[in-house]
């Protein structure tokens, strides 16, 4: 079965360092997503993209945040000056449709990027 | 804004136990609402879904009816299983964008 890849599995980083986590989507999907859970925390909505634009993001993704889709196949979110804050479990999803309302695709989700800054 | 509440985990069933797990939400407009569920080292998977008022999702013997009237959306199982053991998330989306707002989820045990 199809399935969204992630990597890495877990990154510790030092404060201020720039971090690329790097997702596959699944080869036919064209809408991508980033989502990050704080431990003990809720799920969070990072950014969504598509057609090489960013289509909604949250007020957490600030400038210190982007995310790339550089060669067809690679989704990346990039941290340029990690905080400590920034640790956390960061989700990749796609999507064959616009999602996930009213008749909508639904959002096939990685294993998540560990990151731990330090 | 919006946002939507689970009840606290962990919740530790025996085998073949009712299960429910309590959602409420709260949303500007009509949204559609989501189970989500977190197998031990996977990613999260769509376990049901419910787009309009008084709509019932149902998989895998999991089911969960869309209350307008008390803006909530109750995960239930008849009957659990070890298998069933994993975080659930109650989420809302009122987008096509991909927004989706989840709880802080709900941690099920199942123990034999």
């Known amino acids: 079965e199809p399935e969204v890849t992630q990597t890495p599995s877990h990154q510790v980083t030092q404060m201020g360092q720039e971090v690329i986590l790097r997702c596959v989507p699944i080869?036919?999907?064209?809408?991508f997503y980033w989502y990050r859970q704080i431990l003990g925390q809720k799920v969070e909505f990072l950014v969504s993209?598509?057609?090489?634009?960013?289509?909604?993001k949250s007020e957490i993704f600030d400038d210190q945040f982007s995310v790339e889709r550089p060669d067809g196949s690679n989704f990346t979110l990039k941290i340029r000056s990690t905080k400590l804050e920034d640790s956390a479990m960061y989700f990749c999803?796609?999507?064959?449709?616009?999602?996930?309302?009213?008749?909508?695709?639904?959002?096939?989700f990685g294993e998540g990027s560990r990151l731990t800054v330090l | 804004g919006d946002s939507v509440t689970q009840m606290e985990g962990p919740v530790t069933l025996s085998e073949e136990a009712f299960l429910t797990i309590n959602c409420t939400y709260t949303?500007?407009?009509?949204?559609?609402l989501f189970w989500y569920v977190q197998y031990p080292g996977e990613g999260l998977q769509l376990l049901l879904k419910?787009?309009?008022?008084?709509d019932k999702g149902s998989n895998k013997g999991f089911e969960a009816t869309y209350r307008k009237e008390t803006t909530s959306f109750h995960l239930e199982k008849g009957s659990v299983q070890v298998s069933d053991s994993a975080v659930y998330f109650c989420?809302?989306?009122?987008?096509?964008?991909?927004?989706?707002?989840f709880g802080q989820g709900t941690t099920l045990q199942v123990k034999p």
């Open positions: 949303a500007t407009g009509y949204p559609s």
């Open positions: 989420a809302l989306s009122e987008s096509n964008t991909g927004k989706l707002i």
């Open positions: 419910a787009t309009k008022a008084d």
């Open positions: 993209f598509y057609n090489n634009e960013i289509s909604e």
């Open positions: 080869s036919n999907h064209l809408y």
């Open positions: 999803a796609s999507s064959s449709q616009q999602g996930p309302g009213l008749g909508a695709g639904e959002l096939f």
